[in-house]
């Protein structure tokens, strides 16, 4: 499931405006907690939670109220907004919460043994990474019966923006729609999840419209937190000011009273691993875990 993404762009955008990351935390947290929202109801108290695309441990606080007693793990494709993550503090310590393990990693290749951990919660990797590799590997590093949560973006993300192309009569020069990610669809989401031996997804989805002030705080999100940018056949030219103030106008020609609007469709799934993982060959793996 090809979405076109440059994952060394993104990961160069995203550390570029690392230091910023810490004012423009509100979307991705807010996507993050209604994420979590999906294991209300189900059934699994992990000893090890691993946080994939975790930024600056955004949901350390949520997670740790959810599962006191696991061991956290955050990992991010930009290592420099893992720097950012803070110690345990003192009263945490004397709690007994245990300091966060931290790693800069793929989503494609973790660098973990196999069922290594319970849960996995991807917070939004897939649409700058194979989502057909990312659900393999998190089946690998899986324990049997465990639990990966994912969220991500669909394609009907950042409509405003197409719509602003298309009346600023920007298509001859994006005509394949170069400016805009291609976000996964949740049906075929759920078709990548069975094939890599995942069972039972279960995919949903619902809209979330962002209103911002002005133009200028709209594409500051967009670059800190989304990456800017990443696509690989992005267009490498500058746009004229000329074709920009086109594109500016026609995006405040959809501001509604609340500001300028920007939607998200927010795409949740879940899915268990209860096959034990085989070879190419069909010969069972038996993992064999650290003491």
């Known amino acids: ?12 955008n995203l550390e570029r ?16 907690r209604r994420l979590l929202e999906h294991l209300d109801g189900l059934r699994i108290q992990p000893a090890r939670v691993l946080c994939l695309g975790s930024g600056p441990a955004l949901l350390r606080e949520d997670l740790t109220r959810l599962f006191p007693a696991a061991q956290l793990l955050f990992s991010d494709a930009a290592p420099m907004l893992l720097t950012q993550i803070a110690p345990a503090s003192r009263l945490q310590r004397l709690l007994g919460a245990r300091a966060p393990l931290c790693f800069a990693g793929r989503p494609e290749a973790l660098p973990l043994p196999n069922a290594s951990v319970d849960l996995v919660v991807s917070l939004a990797t897939l649409p700058s990474s194979d989502a057909a590799r990312s659900f393999a590997e998190a089946r690998r590093v899986l324990s049997r019966d465990g639990l990966l949560l994912f969220s991500t973006l669909g394609p009907d993300t950042l ?8 009346a600023a009569d920007l298509q001859q020069r994006d005509p394949t729609g170069r400016s805009v990610p ?9 078709d990548a999840a069975s094939a890599a031996g995942l069972s039972s997804p279960v995919v949903d989805m619902e809209y979330l ?6 133009i200028g705080t709209l594409l500051a999100d967009l670059r800190v937190v989304g990456g800017g940018n990443g696509l690989l056949a992005r267009p490498r030219g500058l746009m ?14 959809q501001r509604q009273p609340q500001g300028l609007p920007l939607t998200l469709e927010l795409i949740y799934g879940h899915a268990w691993n209860t096959s034990p993982l085989v070879t190419e060959g069909g010969r069972p793996v038996i993992p064999i875990r650290s003491a």
Not at 21 to 30: G, I, N, S, V
Not at 159 to 166: A, D, K, S, T
Not at 182 to 189: A, T
């Open 1 to 12: 499931m090809d979405t076109g993404a440059d994952a060394r762009r993104v990961r160069i």
């Open 17 to 32: 405006h690392a230091a910023k990351y810490a004012t423009h935390r509100q979307l991705p947290l807010e996507f993050g």
């Open 159 to 166: 409509r405003e923006w197409r719509r602003g192309l298309l």
């Open 182 to 190: 291609r976000f996964p669809d949740m049906h075929d989401l759920a």
């Open 209 to 214: 419209t962002v209103h911002y002030p002005d």
């Open 240 to 253: 004229t000011p000329r074709a920009q103030d086109r594109l500016m106008t026609a995006l405040e020609a």
